[in-house]
């Protein structure tokens, strides 16, 4: 089986400072692991995915994650965040079919 | 536009109605899948299929149905709604390159 928790429920975060929002898989298969972002009231887009090679992905939007086998972690970043990021972000892990994390929520203040 | 198309967009529904949400995708994917999103939970898979003809449950499936119509439809139903039904119901359909489609969503509530 697997599964995905997201360590941070909410992130308030300054426009222009840097944010990090932590994810951790369990597995006992490799996997392919994603990050979406859902803005208020509208559908999930993808913002990165790891299938394989680099564990360094980058993404739309200036977000970029990484892929660490040894901690089963693939936390996103990016160094300095707009207005325009406020939204939910779901990590997600998929073997045969795509399990989401619960969500973390990025309010991002002037 | 190619994409995942999802009807209705919202739908109010009483207590014991039935109603069948809609997904069609024109990307000619073989995996078709329904998530169900409530606060806090993320999304939860409600049934998916991996191929035209073939369904699967997933994590929550109690109280939902659903018909692979065609390689292009996926429709969910629920044959006698309830409120924990209320929720914002997501099909998604897979690409094996390029990932997960998400449709734009529906609202259901039940009163």
């Not at chain 1, 970043?77 to 973390?104: M, N, Q, W």
């Not at chain 2, 209320?86 to 609202?107: E, K, N, P």
Request: charged fraction near 15%; hydrophobic fraction near 35%.
């Amino acid at each position: 089986a697997q599964s995905v928790t997201q360590l941070d429920s909410q992130v308030p975060v300054f426009e222009e400072a840097p944010v990090e929002l932590r994810c951790n898989y369990s597995s006992s298969v490799s996997v392919y692991l994603f990050w979406y972002v859902q803005y208020p009231n509208q559908g999930l887009q993808l913002l990165l995915k790891y299938l394989s090679g680099s564990t360094l992905v980058k993404g739309i939007n200036g977000f970029e994650a990484e892929f660490n086998k040894s901690q089963t972690s693939f936390h996103l970043r990016k160094p300095s965040v707009h207005i325009s990021d406020t939204a939910e972000y779901f990590c997600a892990v998929s073997v045969y079919k795509l399990s989401f994390g619960a969500g973390t929520t990025v309010t991002v203040r002037a | 536009n190619a994409g995942v198309t999802q009807t209705p967009k919202f739908q109010v529904l009483k207590t014991g109605q039935s109603m069948t949400l809609q997904c069609a995708q024109d990307m000619n994917h073989n995996s078709m899948y329904w998530y169900r999103q409530d606060p806090g939970m993320g999304l939860r898979l409600i049934y998916y299929s991996a191929s035209e003809g073939t369904t699967d449950k997933g994590e929550v499936p109690n109280g939902y149905n659903v018909s692979r119509l065609n390689k292009r439809e996926f429709s969910l139903r629920l044959e006698s709604a309830a409120p924990s039904q209320t929720s914002v119901y997501f099909c998604a359909s897979l690409d094996a390159t390029y990932g997960y489609t998400f449709g734009s969503g529906t609202r259901l509530t039940v009163v």
